[in-house]
């Protein structure tokens, strides 16, 4: 089966860097994604990593070890806005059924 | 307009009662899911659809049904509430080949 861990919570400041984990483990893998939520909203896509290394858009980048069975979601110069829940997720059997993680929730401060 | 809609928004409900939640999306999508969120747990996936002659059972399925009644349109129904489905329930949709979901606001329920 396909289980997921991430930390349930992250505390970081304004314009500070944090990075949030993820480790999996898959009976058969095609790649890690990541989603926003904030409180009461819906879940929102960041990114997607089918391959080893790291993806960059903007102030957020995606990394992934396929030999690891890792890997991170890098937020650069945090923003109140930042402050939301962070999902990993990975579709199980190629046809884009996610798995997700529990999340981790992001606390910015001033 | 949101590309992809839910009805209702919030809903009370008591323990036996039949309801449904509806799904509607402009994307033009083949994919739809539907997923319940608890607090403390990612989303889980309960029934999923590839094409409207394709309905698919998820993690779980148990006590809830699901009929699509046209590309852009999935309902979920709940045959005979009970308290511990009491959740956040949403609808998403995706395009063949690609990998992002577009989730609907959310329908929070809450069954007596």
């Known amino acids: 089966g396909q289980s997921l861990e991430q930390p349930s919570e992250v505390t970081a400041v304004e314009g500070a860097i944090v990075q949030i984990n993820c480790t999996y483990q898959t009976s058969g893998f095609y790649g890690l994604s990541w989603y926003q939520q904030h409180d009461g909203g819906a879940p929102t896509f960041l990114s997607y990593?089918?391959?080893?290394g790291l993806e960059e858009t903007g102030r957020f980048s995606s990394f992934l070890s396929r030999s690891d069975s890792y890997g991170y979601l890098l937020l650069q110069e945090l923003q109140m806005k930042d402050s939301a829940s962070y999902f990993c997720a990975v579709p199980k059997g190629g046809y884009n059924k996610l798995i997700f993680g529990a999340g981790t929730r992001l606390a910015v401060h001033p | 307009d949101a590309d992809v809609t839910q009805t209702p928004r919030n809903r009370i409900t008591k323990t036996g009662k039949r309801i449904m939640l509806e799904c509607s999306q402009t994307k033009g999508h083949d994919r739809m899911y539907w997923y319940r969120q608890d607090p403390g747990l990612g989303l889980r996936l309960i029934y999923y659809?590839?094409?409207?002659?394709?309905?698919n059972k998820g993690e779980i399925s148990d006590g809830y049904s699901v009929s699509r009644q046209a590309q852009a349109k999935f309902s979920l129904s709940l045959e005979s509430a009970i308290p511990n489905q009491t959740a956040l329930y949403f609808c998403a949709t995706s395009d063949r080949g690609e990998e992002t979901q577009y989730f609907g606001p959310g329908t929070r329920l809450l069954v007596l």
């Open positions: 990593n089918a391959l080893d």
């Open positions: 659809s590839f094409d409207v002659k394709d309905i």
